[in-house]
């Protein structure tokens, strides 16, 4: 797996809410877009929002990943679960967010696990922008 960490750009943040012992982990990674990690998430895109196909045609991708730990899994350490590959399936609460930027344009997707009522479940899109800055470059 290959993982282009921009100047060692690893992010790792984490909330608690004391209420029902919820504990979430974000974890980031910047990756070359033309990598197999980079192929990877451009085509996990692709499947989970036909509708808002990549358009930038970015050298980097930002990949961030939230996932929520209940009080049975508080022994695992958070940030274990790295954000590529991306993951076919998830735990409710947990989000996937993909951020590209190139001659003035951005382009992000936001996902969230969905569980489905006879169990399983899938990404749904919960946001998407893209916004161009630079009209000359467009």
Same mark, same amino acid.
């Given at each position: 797996?290959?993982?282009?960490?921009?100047?060692? &750009?690893?992010? &790792?943040?984490?909330?608690?809410?004391?209420?029902? =012992?919820?504990?979430?982990?974000?974890?980031?990674?910047?990756?070359?877009?033309?990598?197999?990690?980079?192929?990877?998430?451009?085509?996990?895109?692709?499947?989970?929002?036909?509708?808002?196909?990549?358009?930038?045609?970015?050298?980097?991708?930002?990949?961030?990943?939230?996932?929520?730990?209940?009080?049975?899994? &508080?022994?695992?350490?958070?940030?274990?679960?790295?954000?590529?590959?991306?993951?076919? @399936?998830?735990?409710?609460?947990?989000?996937? @967010?993909?951020?590209?930027?190139?001659?003035?344009?951005? =382009?992000?997707?936001?996902?969230?696990?969905?569980?489905? @009522?006879?169990?399983?479940?899938?990404?749904?899109?919960?946001?998407?922008?893209?916004?161009?800055?630079? =009209?000359? =470059?467009?």
């Amino acid at each position: 797996m290959t993982i282009l960490l921009a100047g060692a &750009m690893l992010a &790792m943040t984490q909330g608690a809410r004391a209420d029902d =012992e919820l504990i979430t982990s974000t974890r980031t990674v910047v990756v070359d877009a033309r990598s197999a990690d980079g192929a990877a998430t451009l085509a996990w895109i692709q499947r989970h929002s036909p509708g808002f196909p990549p358009r930038l045609q970015a050298e980097q991708l930002e990949i961030s990943r939230t996932v929520v730990f209940g009080p049975d899994s &508080m022994q695992r350490a958070p940030g274990d679960s790295p954000p590529v590959p991306l993951p076919a @399936s998830g735990k409710p609460g947990d989000v996937i @967010s993909v951020s590209s930027q190139r001659n003035g344009g951005l =382009e992000t997707w936001t996902y969230k696990w969905r569980a489905g @009522s006879k169990g399983g479940g899938s990404w749904s899109l919960i946001g998407y922008t893209f916004k161009y800055f630079d =009209e000359q =470059e467009r």
